[in-house]
Structure formats: C-alpha cells, structure tokens
C-alpha cells in the first residue's frame, strides 16, 4: 500500500517548525527554530517580534523539514497545520503557508487544534500507544484532563478555571528573576531546594478542574513580605516547595480522574511535561497503582510540528479537512 506523506506545521508560539511523517508514526524529520534567545531579553514572548521571526523562518524551516526527510516537495500527499489555540498573528505565517501549499501542491489542508496535537506527540514516542486512556495536558496557556476514547473522540473532563500550570511557572521564575521560559529554571532550581521548606496551599477545587492562581499569589507574598522584613530565603526550597503544590495538584486529580473512569493509561503531554519532577511523580505513583505510564521524549514534549502531523494524519483518516477559507483561532479550547 502506498505510504502517506504529512507535512506538519506550527508556529502558535516561539518555534516555528515544520515535519514529515510517513504514515501514522514514522518521523522522517523533525526541524524546530526556536526563538526563545530573541524573546530572553524581554522576559516572554513579544507578539510581533514572534509573527516577524515566524514569517522570516517559515519557508527554510519547510525546505529543511523536506529534505532531511529525502522526499520531495510533490510527494507531500496532506499538509497539516496549527490553527489555534496561539498567538494570532504567529499562527496566521503558518496558517498562510499550509494554504498555499494546499492550494499550489493540490492536496488536502488538515486543521489541527495544537492541544490535541501535543497528546499526540505521546503516539511518536510510544509506538505501541492506543486509546482509551487519560492525557493530562500541561503547557504554557493549558492544564487539562482529557478522556481521549479513541483516535478522533475525547472528553474534556477538568481544566484550570485561572492560570495555566506552564503559566504559573512562568510567572514565580520572572519574580525570581530567573531566565525566560522560567520552567525549565524553576525545575534545576527546585532539584537543589527542600520541597517540604514552605507549606503552599493547595487549591481545593471541585471534580476535575485545577486553580493556580492562588498558589502564585501565595509565592507572591512570600517574596514580598521577606524582602519587606529582611529575612533571608533559599530561592531553591521556594523553587522546589512551589513545584511540589504544583504537581501535588496535577497527580491528585489525574490519579482521582483515573480511578473514576476507570482508565488504566496515563499519558503526559505539553511543555510542562518536561519537568523532571512531574514525570518522576507521576511514573511512580502509576507504577503503585498499576497504571500504565507514557511521557514525550523531551523534543516531543515542546512545540513541535511531527505531533500536528501526528494528529492530522488521524483526522485525515475519517476525512476531516480544512476549507482553503481557513483563519487562526487564537482561543481555541478542548
Ligand atoms: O507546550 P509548550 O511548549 O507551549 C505551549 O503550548 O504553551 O509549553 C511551554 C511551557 C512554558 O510555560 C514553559 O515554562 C513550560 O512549558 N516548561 C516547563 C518545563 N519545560 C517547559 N515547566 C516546568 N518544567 C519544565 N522542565
Ligand atoms: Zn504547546
């Protein structure tokens, strides 16, 4: 049988990236231009300077995507792009060159929703993967649980009612004065701190839902009333006691999710799943309940175009295409 050949394409953020996969599961290439050191200086990403990069990126990011996988330009069978959730005018360069590759090449345009794609990312790393089972979907605007019943059905069972996990972690890393993006930094702070320094209130929220803005707060005023007095604190134990109330609150309700829907795999996803600690918990306490565990290799874990490809390859499947009117949807959910 003839193999399909997706090209993926995201840019809701600060990566642009394109991909080739064949088929389902078989990355031919995987290229990601992150502008993370352009947006350093500002403390977070800048919108424009984003859509500016992006549409510089984009065309040398495909034409890598295409020859590091050694097929050409015309073999491309669908194109799959990020429509939203993002920032509207970096998904828009991304959204424009899907079109015009579609239109041009004469091949079907797939919309992917980016939250889906990164569960998604989950069937690149762990072949052997297939639904049912839960994703707990942790990025820098989301934190969710999904019952993802099969390929192309889901349930949104919980979400965060303020701040995004990724969010959270963002924000606490810029008060310490710590590099943009501030999770990987809050998770090597945190590897040298004590967890159990400061008690952070957990926030009781009721199902499956999460709350992370009173935890921020409570970060907060602990750094403001310090300075305020001139106490002395360990930005590690603060790093590793904010961490923990995070993923205490993360695991509580996946495991509850877990045992009331009666799902036997737990599957991490978004760029929070990088953090070392999250996936160390998570495995752990999966492994104690029987749970079948499955986490993105790190390159997996952030933005990247082979999980769109990924997840457009299975909507291409039951025929779900994109008109050419498509347009960005910046607050796309679930
Ligand atoms: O999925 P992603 O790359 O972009 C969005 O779709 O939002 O997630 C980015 C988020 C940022 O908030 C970043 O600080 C966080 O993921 N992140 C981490 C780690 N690596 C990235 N958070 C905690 N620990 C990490 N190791
Ligand atoms: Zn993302």
């Given amino acids: 049988m003839e193999k399909i050949l997706t090209l993926g394409i995201e840019t809701s953020c600060d990566e642009t990236a394109a991909a080739v996969l064949r088929d389902d599961r078989e990355i031919l290439s995987n290229i990601?231009?992150?502008?993370?050191?352009?947006?350093?200086?500002?403390?977070?990403?800048?919108?424009?300077?984003?859509?500016?990069?992006?549409?510089?990126?984009?065309?040398?990011?495909?034409?890598?995507?295409?020859?590091?996988?050694?097929?050409?330009?015309?073999e491309i069978n669908q194109v799959a792009v990020t429509?939203?959730?993002?920032?509207?005018?970096?998904?828009?360069?991304?959204?424009?060159?899907?079109?015009?590759?579609?239109?041009a090449l004469k091949i079907p345009l797939i919309?992917?929703?980016?939250?889906?794609?990164?569960?998604?990312?989950?069937?690149?790393s762990s072949p052997e993967l297939k639904p049912p089972f839960l994703a707990l979907v942790?990025?820098?605007?989301?934190?969710?649980?999904?019952?993802?019943?099969n390929y192309n059905d889901f349930e949104l069972l919980g979400q965060t009612r303020d701040d995004a996990a990724g969010e959270a972690f963002d924000k606490i890393a810029r008060v310490m004065n710590l590099p943009y993006p501030g999770g990987p930094e809050i998770d090597k702070l945190a590897k040298v701190g004590n967890a159990d320094a400061i008690n952070f209130p957990r926030a009781k929220v009721s199902d499956f839902d999460f709350s992370f803005s009173g935890l921020k707060s409570a970060v907060l005023n602990f750094l403001n009333s310090a300075k305020m007095k001139g106490e002395k604190f360990n930005p590690a134990d603060i790093a590793a006691s904010f961490q923990k109330a995070v993923i205490d609150s993360?695991?509580?309700?996946?495991?509850?999710a877990a045992?009331?829907?009666?799902?036997?795999?737990?599957?991490?996803?978004?760029?929070?799943a990088a953090n070392s600690s999250l996936e160390s918990t998570l495995r752990k306490i999966c492994s104690e309940k029987n749970l079948?565990?499955?986490?993105?290799?790190?390159?997996?874990?952030?933005?990247?175009?082979?999980?769109?490809?990924?997840?457009?390859?299975?909507?291409?499947?039951?025929?779900?295409?994109?008109?050419p009117t498509l347009n960005a949807a910046p607050n796309l959910g679930f």
């Fill in 292 to 323: 079948e565990f499955f986490y993105p290799s790190k390159i997996l874990c952030t933005d990247n175009a082979a999980m769109i490809a990924c997840r457009g390859y299975y909507q291409s499947l039951e025929k779900k295409f994109a008109p």
């Fill in 83 to 103: 429509y939203g959730p993002g920032l509207v005018g970096a998904l828009l360069v991304g959204v424009s060159a899907a079109k015009t590759l579609a239109f």
């Fill in 259 to 272: 045992e009331k829907f009666d799902l036997k795999k737990i599957v991490l996803a978004g760029g929070v």
């Fill in 138 to 149: 942790v990025s820098g605007g989301h934190s969710a649980l999904i019952f993802q019943k």
């Fill in 32 to 74: 990601i231009s992150t502008q993370i050191p352009i947006h350093q200086k500002f403390g977070g990403v800048v919108p424009e300077i984003a859509s500016r990069k992006h549409i510089v990126n984009i065309m040398p990011v495909i034409d890598e995507a295409i020859s590091k996988a050694g097929v050409e330009l015309s």
């Fill in 250 to 256: 993360l695991v509580d309700k996946t495991v509850a």
């Fill in 111 to 124: 919309a992917v929703n980016h939250l889906e794609g990164h569960i998604f990312a989950n069937f690149l």
